[in-house]
């Protein structure tokens, strides 16, 4: 590669970068302003306002393709400033800001990849693959939360955006277009898109799904995107008996991934991974230059969009549409099948090859050591006070707070302030494109030096986990029966310092749900397990069946055994004004309960500090 070539890479490759992030976090603002407009029952205006906005920031490339743009030199460094500039106050916590932020980077970055398809597909190609190494290695830097959004990134991006906008001024591409004979290149790179982003280059994600240990996927997952930029890797699809091994190892690899558990299935993933980059080398061959690029990218965007919308319904099912309960493997499955059209066509001879110098082959060793050392396991802090012991329930509302700035840090910081050694979370995200693709357990784990046990409900990634301290002699998990969204109850037998303890974390549905059920198939489970707390968010008031439940199976509310009269309520966070958030405690005595003043979520942690050493009864308890 010439001299004049890095330049236009990594500006490429810059660009690139904050079109994947700004994908990601206009779908995590969306998701906020598509929560509080459905399901506070009252949408405004803005609802499809903000929607229409989506839809024109990805439809935006179609302007790439006016015969006066291609004409103009200074388009492609126009958009580079755009697209670097927008992506500034992307580092700032709010909603607001952040969407409008997005759309830009979105609609800039989106048209500068056309003017790089008509200009050098094969940039294309390499600067994708970059941009998703250096999107992983920001993430696994930040315990799954890219750690680029962040204020305290702000002074080295605004560096890049200074270096892009520098080396945007090398001179554009100039090269004839030629006519489109890219099959399928909408879809396919709609669904490359979609697959990528969503779940094969997120190692937190695919842990999820199969099972297997992040701290072991993350490396390699950003090991096979580096490996495939080598010469050897990306011109294979130009061998004829490459392509429909490719096509199949795609959607099967999926499957095994989405079904099977287990190594098997983090493999398939890692084949799907692999396959889904190589697609891409076979749609930015360099056989051609596409006359319409600008079309290929807007409508490959609206494919992209349609297959999000998609897999959220598979989420949202109860509230949407509920036929799509449990329907994300096929989803995935969709684009599996799509992303391999660009494999359907004829086999082209490679263009010269990309020389890769020792130093970016050094370069990318050092990112993937780099990533070992980063989510190597850490020792947990298991030092617990048996006589002070301290149990929390904490609905963390996917990492969000009520007015839906992005809080994990925050969250952590509240449940550290107040000492907890054991806690109860409940919608709990673990690599979903509206919470920023960040794994909330293992993140609060990581800050606060604890260990997790998590529990997914819905497709693999949201559900409910408990933290604790000490060592699990057992944990357990078992889901409840749910007409609406899927629930259940998560089990951690822990040794206490020498000292047994059963910790219980739940989730109950809302009013229209059958709680009544869902507490009863929750107390079975239970059982006379003891010394134990149950925690959850029940969505059930005192006065409900549902309390009555729990308290005649022998759990007792620490407010009313401590005598605290009325008892704080717990939810919304700001004013709240109901108490659905519970510890209930058998065979061990409180000492104190109170309910944290923190508004890092959209509810109140509650808190219940025990003596595991006193007898549980009420005449003795310490207050």
């Not at 994990?408 to 979903?432: F, K, W």
Request: proline fraction near 6%; charged fraction near 15%.
């Amino acid at each position: 590669m010439s001299r004049e070539s890095w330049p236009r890479l990594a500006t490429a490759t810059l660009v690139l970068l904050f079109f994947l992030q700004a994908l990601r976090a206009l779908f995590s603002t969306v998701f906020g302003i598509l929560y509080d407009q459905i399901f506070a029952g009252s949408p405004t205006a803005w609802l499809p306002v903000s929607l229409l906005l989506v839809v024109l920031s990805m439809a935006a490339p179609f302007v790439a393709d006016s015969r006066r743009i291609r004409q103009r030199g200074a388009w492609q460094a126009g958009l580079v400033v755009v697209a670097c500039l927008a992506r500034i106050p992307m580092t700032l916590n709010d909603a607001d800001v952040r969407f409008a932020a997005s759309l830009v980077v979105v609609a800039a970055g989106g048209s500068y990849l056309a003017t790089q398809l008509r200009g050098d597909p094969r940039r294309v190609w390499s600067a994708c693959a970059l941009a998703l190494a250096a999107d992983q290695l920001l993430r696994i830097a930040g315990e799954t939360y890219d750690l680029s959004l962040q204020s305290s990134f702000l002074l080295p991006l605004i560096l890049l955006a200074v270096a892009a906008a520098a080396f945007s001024a090398v001179g554009a591409d100039e090269a004839p277009p030629q006519d489109d004979r890219n099959l399928g290149a909408p879809v396919a790179f709609g669904a490359w898109l979609f697959l990528e982003t969503s779940l094969l280059s997120v190692a937190n994600a695919t842990a999820r799904w199969s099972g297997w240990p992040y701290e072991w996927l993350a490396p390699v997952t950003l090991g096979l995107t580096v490996l495939c930029l080598l010469p050897v890797m990306a011109d294979s699809v130009a061998r004829t008996w490459m392509r429909p091994t490719l096509q199949v190892a795609l959607p099967l690899g999926l499957i095994l991934g989405t079904s099977v558990g287990g190594i098997v299935a983090a493999f398939g993933l890692m084949a799907a991974h692999v396959s889904a980059l190589l697609s891409l080398r076979a749609w930015t061959d360099g056989s051609h230059r596409p006359r319409h690029a600008g079309a290929a990218v807007a409508w490959g965007m609206g494919f992209f969009l349609l297959l999000n919308f998609l897999l959220a319904f598979t989420f949202t099912y109860p509230y949407t549409l509920p036929f799509l309960r449990g329907l994300g493997w096929a989803v995935y499955l969709v684009a599996a099948l799509a992303a391999g059209f660009p494999l359907l066509r004829p086999v082209a001879e490679p263009a010269a090859r990309l020389r890769v110098s020792a130093g970016a082959v050094a370069g990318g060793a050092a990112a993937v050591l780099l990533a070992t050392v980063l989510v190597w396991p850490r020792t947990p802090d298991d030092q617990v006070d048996v006589r002070a012991l301290r149990l929390a329930t904490y609905n963390i509302h996917y990492g969000y707070d009520e007015p839906w700035g992005f809080n994990l840090a925050e969250q952590a910081e509240a449940i550290r302030g107040e000492g907890v050694d054991l806690i109860a979370l409940q919608e709990v995200d673990t690599g979903r494109m509206t919470s920023y693709m960040a794994d909330d357990a293992y993140f609060l784990a990581r800050k606060l030096g604890m260990r997790q046990a998590y529990l997914p409900t819905v497709e693999h990634l949201t559900g409910i986990a408990v933290l604790y301290r000490g060592s699990s002699v057992q944990i357990e998990r078992v889901l409840v029966t749910s007409r609406q969204e899927q629930t259940g109850v998560v089990h951690v037998h822990a040794d206490m310092g020498g000292r047994p303890f059963h910790m219980f974390g739940l989730w109950l549905g809302l009013s229209d749900e059958d709680t009544q059920r869902q507490i009863e198939e929750g107390l079975t489970f239970v059982g006379d397990r003891t010394p134990a707390a149950l925690g959850g968010d029940f969505n059930s008031k005192p006065e409900s069946t549902v309390y009555e439940a729990v308290t005649r199976a022998g759990l007792l509310d620490p407010f009313t055994t401590l005598d605290i009269d009325p008892a704080p309520p717990t939810s919304p966070a700001v004013h709240p004004e109901e108490r659905i958030d519970y510890v209930f405690l058998r065979g061990v005595a409180p000492r104190q309960a109170w309910v944290s003043d923190s508004l890092t979520s959209d509810h109140r942690m509650v808190v219940v500090e025990v003596d595991l050493t006193l007898p549980p009864l009420p005449d003795v308890v310490s207050r």
